[in-house]
T-cell receptor
Framework: DQQVKQNSPSLSVQEGRISILNCDYTNSMFDYFLWYKKYPAEGPTFLISISSIKDKNEDGRFTVFLNKSAKHLSLHIVPSQPGDSAVYFCAASGLQGAQKLVFGQGTRLTINP | DGGITQSPKYLFRKEGQNVTLSCEQNLNHDAMYWYRQDPGQGLRLIYYSQIVNDFQKGDIAEGYSVSREKKESFPLTVTSAQKNPTAFYLC????????????FGSGTQLSVL
């Protein structure tokens, strides 16, 4: 039973346009969400997070939106750049501590020039 | 330059053999984790350690063992009891066990000969 799902294995976007990566979860106890970015042959790196008391968090070109009623979060990248091409993982936690993190399968984002 | 070092990058295991994956961090983090990634799946937690000389089983601990004798080191042994060891293994750390922002190593790809 996959509690965190990224239903799009891949996404292709034109450079300069908006990239939208989606993540759905089933456990209503999740209250903290994170996005990680992974380049080939490297480990994931933390990108941005959001707590359930907010519905939006922004950091430069990256914005995460949380819709608790729909159990859905999305990562927006504006404008998309070639260096954004990577695999993006969403993760969710319902209790404090990284040992409680549940990861999605990842979405491979490709930015085309 | 602080970070997490995993070695080797590639490892091959023969039938019935135990192999050990190395993970060293110089971030002075209390907590360390081992994850396994299979194609098309999210990261799954194998073992975690909240503090030196202590470790706990994660979601898929069977066939694996760990030790945490030093704060900076958290080696993972894949034993012969692990029947499907081929996967990408990621080591991570966080400042404290309560912190969900993980720092990852670059991973070890383990394959069975």
């Amino acid at each position: 039973d996959q509690q965190v799902k990224q239903n799009s294995p891949s996404l292709s976007v034109q450079e300069g346009r908006i990239s939208i990566l989606n993540c759905d979860y089933t456990n209503s106890m999740f209250d903290y969400f994170l996005w990680y970015k992974k380049y080939p042959a490297e480990g994931p790196t933390f990108l941005i997070s959001i707590s359930s008391i907010k519905d939006k968090n922004e950091d430069g070109r990256f914005t995460v939106f949380l819709n608790k009623s729909a159990k859905h979060l999305s990562l927006h990248i504006v404008p998309s750049q070639p260096g954004d091409s990577a695999v993006y993982f969403c993760a969710a936690s319902g209790l404090q501590g990284a040992q409680k993190l549940v990861f999605g399968q990842g979405t491979r984002l490709t930015i085309n020039p | 330059d602080g970070g997490i070092t995993q070695s080797p990058k590639y490892l091959f295991r023969k039938e019935g053999q135990n192999v050990t994956l190395s993970c060293e961090q110089n971030l002075n983090h209390d907590a360390m984790y081992w994850y396994r990634q299979d194609p098309g799946q999210g990261l799954r937690l194998i073992y975690y350690s909240q503090i030196v000389n202590d470790f706990q089983k994660g979601d898929i601990a069977e066939g694996y063992s760990v030790s945490r004798e030093k704060k900076e080191s958290f080696p993972l042994t894949v034993t012969s009891a692990q029947k499907n060891p081929t996967a990408f293994y990621l080591c991570a750390s966080s400042d404290t066990w309560e912190d969900e922002k993980l720092f990852f190593g670059s991973g070890t790809q383990l394959s069975v000969l």
